[in-house]
């Protein structure tokens, strides 16, 4: 069934977040920064593994890179049109409705929670090529796998910023839903070069997660999404 993986992946996300709510509870303040200094650590390393796999290769030469111009051309221009279009203000718009809508009013990171969580669940190879496998064959395993995985994020992520992170399965549902959807048109865009362009900045883009998470919000990293979609642009431009 087309969207079955989505479905397997948004579960995880809420079995993950309910387990990180249930254990914040229990968890004093002290413990909860720590816990969302280790999460950002993480990312952070998660983000620069994913460039450096891009980026580096070896050849007869040696070590050397790929992907550079590719990478600063698409945060300069994902940047841009991110900014006109208030990409960032409208996620924790959407995240205020949702705190009210919920009866979460009071609650001081549901926004934070709901926007951090979010972005990390959504950007990323796994969830467009995991999407495209399931709408075109039905193969779910990179999105179980991927289920997996922000199952464990959403533990520490919701034991230390509550109960907004719950609320990420949303857009993770909206996102991968539309690319299962869009599968077979997807399917002739995502070549090899599409797909490495977009984990080079799709992992930047994570990487600056894991800063928000450490050192508090520096980045609008919501207003870098169109990033994404330029640097798979830009795999069908031989001078990139």
Do not use: H, W
């Not at 990180?20 to 983000?47: E, N, P, Q």
């Not at 890179?65 to 409208?90: A, H, W």
């Not at 994020?153 to 839903?177: D, E, N, R, T, Y």
């Amino acid at each position: 069934m087309p969207g079955l993986g989505t479905l397997i992946n948004a579960a995880g996300i809420l079995v993950g977040g309910l387990i990180g709510i249930f254990c914040g509870k229990y968890i004093g303040a002290r413990l909860r920064d720590m816990l969302t200094a280790v999460m950002g650590i993480s990312v952070i390393f998660i983000g620069a593994a994913g460039v450096l796999e891009q980026m580096l290769v070896i050849g007869e030469d040696g070590l050397s890179t790929q992907g550079s111009m590719m990478m600063i051309f698409s945060l300069v221009l994902g940047g841009l049109v991110g900014s006109l279009l208030k990409i960032e203000d409208n996620c924790e718009r959407f995240g205020v409705f949702l705190r009210q809508k919920t009866g979460n009013g009071g609650d001081t990171r549901f926004v934070e929670g709901f926007v951090t969580a979010s972005l990390t669940v959504c950007i990323g190879a796994m969830a467009v090529m995991g999407a495209i496998a399931d709408g075109i064959s039905g193969d779910i395993s990179i999105l179980t796998t991927k289920a997996i995985l922000d199952l464990v994020i959403l533990i520490v992520m919701a034991a230390s910023m509550g109960i907004g992170c719950l609320f990420s399965a949303i857009p993770v549902v909206i996102l991968q839903g539309s690319v299962t959807l869009l599968a077979r048109v997807l399917v002739g865009v995502m070549t090899d070069a599409a797909i490495s362009n977009l984990s080079l900045v799709g992992s930047v883009l994570i990487f600056c997660v894991g800063i928000n998470l450490t050192f508090g919000k520096k980045i609008a990293v919501g207003d870098l999404l169109p990033s994404i979609v330029f640097a798979v642009m830009f795999a069908f431009i031989p001078i990139f």
